[in-house]
């Protein structure tokens, strides 16, 4: 588990090794934290093939009561960070679940995500990633661990460009 980011081969922060983006979401996450916090791995491709490669700990939190899921995809430093939101339950199942427009959709549809965040400006100009339409694939899911990929496609708050964002996490769930 590397963590840091890699733009287009330039790897920024702290690492170890980097994996392409089909090679990396083949192999399984280990999360390394001493806390026992979850990780993540994702790749922002934009315009042009610019592209950055971004990782770092992942938490995830449940609400019984308001049927409602999220973890944060942080970055150590905060620079950069996803969060995806599932409604419906207080953690998501095993299954393939859609990511939907985060725009465009008020009241998502039980059983879905949608998905928010940027990427620090001075690594790539991509901020307010909103999710337009993709997948979540939950691979393992229970009280504690949720695990899986992701690849949704996202426009830019900001200028309206299109970009997709793939990756994988393995992120520690608190339900409350």
Known sequence: MWFGRNIRGAMLGLG???LGPAAA???PLECN???GVGCFELTV???AGVSAEVSGFANAFG???DQAWYTQLTEPGGASSVMLIFYGAATPPVDELKVV????TPNPP???FVATGSIDPEVIAISGLHSVRGTVVITASSPNWVEGTFSYRAQQATDGHFVTVEGR???KSQVG
């Open 101 to 104: 427009d985060y725009v465009n």
């Open 25 to 27: 979401l083949a192999q």
């Open 63 to 65: 609400s019984s009561a």
């Open 45 to 47: 491709t934009g315009s």
């Open 169 to 171: 996490l393995k992120t």
């Open 33 to 35: 934290h001493p806390s």
């Open 110 to 112: 039980a059983g879905t």
């Open 16 to 18: 170890l090794a980097v």
